[in-house]
């Protein structure tokens, strides 16, 4: 079973630029995670998806970010310009309540690592 | 609120050798606790879980996690470390519907030969 996609792999940029990142979750889950991590620290959620619906964008700073899930698959993530502090990797995740029992564990894809100069 | 801290940022130990990663969490509820490995341009893979069954949770790779509530601390163990094990750990709690999980600024496992 493929896990979770995500592309580009890798992305470098300079400020006030525009970037997007996509991200194809694992076949028949229904809740997707955008994360970022900063440099030596955990992974933060950014927004959560429940379907195509947006149920937990607190953390994501709506000025410049915006995401979107329009058929509830696959999601992607802009930034819209792009600062210095957004240098990071930001990760999907994806997960369903009748897969693992009722732990619904989070798969999480490889990550995009965003660089900007 | 819920948080959790990883003790140390770094732990080095040679292959063969016991290895120990410490974690104490903080929540307001009885907590679901797990660790998460992330190999170098991997993504992140769950080791293991609790969940308010056994207090000693085994998981994958031989590595395994005793939750102590009086401690409040989640500390992840194996008996002997392999070369692969090298890796960045974090700790993680999670609110009861799992679907908010809250991140350790995880710990860097250096394995040497």
């Known amino acids: 079973e493929a896990g979770v996609v995500q592309s580009p792999r890798y992305k470098i940029i300079e400020k006030k630029q525009p970037v997007a990142f996509w991200c194809n979750p694992i076949s028949g889950h229904n809740t997707l995670y955008w994360y970022r991590q900063n440099l030596g620290q955990g992974p933060e959620l950014l927004i959560r998806?429940?379907?195509?619906?947006?149920?937990?964008d607190s953390q994501l700073p709506k000025d410049r970010f915006s995401a979107e899930r329009l058929k509830g698959v696959d999601s992607t993530l802009k930034i819209q310009p792009a600062e210095l502090g957004d240098s990071a990797v930001y990760l999907c995740?994806?997960?369903?309540?009748?897969?693992?029992?009722?732990?619904?564990?989070?798969?999480f894809g490889p990550g995009t690592r965003l660089t900007v100069l | 609120a819920q948080s959790v801290t990883q003790l140390d940022s770094h732990v080095s130990v040679s292959e063969g050798t016991p290895v120990l990663l410490r974690c104490n969490y903080s929540s307001s509820y009885s907590p679901s606790l797990f660790w998460y490995v992330q190999h170098p341009n991997k993504g992140l893979q769950l080791l293991l879980k609790?969940?308010?069954?056994?207090?000693l949770v085994k998981g994958i790779n031989g590595f395994e996690a005793e939750f102590k509530k009086s401690e409040t601390s989640f500390h992840l163990t194996k008996p002997s470390a392999h070369m692969s094990d090298a890796a960045e750990y974090f700790c993680v709690v999670s609110n009861s519907g799992y679907s908010t999980l809250t991140f350790g600024k995880g710990t860097m496992l250096l394995v040497s030969p």
């Open positions: 998806y429940e379907n195509e619906e947006a149920v937990d």
């Open positions: 995740a994806s997960s369903s309540p009748w897969t693992s029992g009722s732990n619904n564990e989070q798969f």
């Open positions: 609790y969940t308010s069954a056994a207090t």
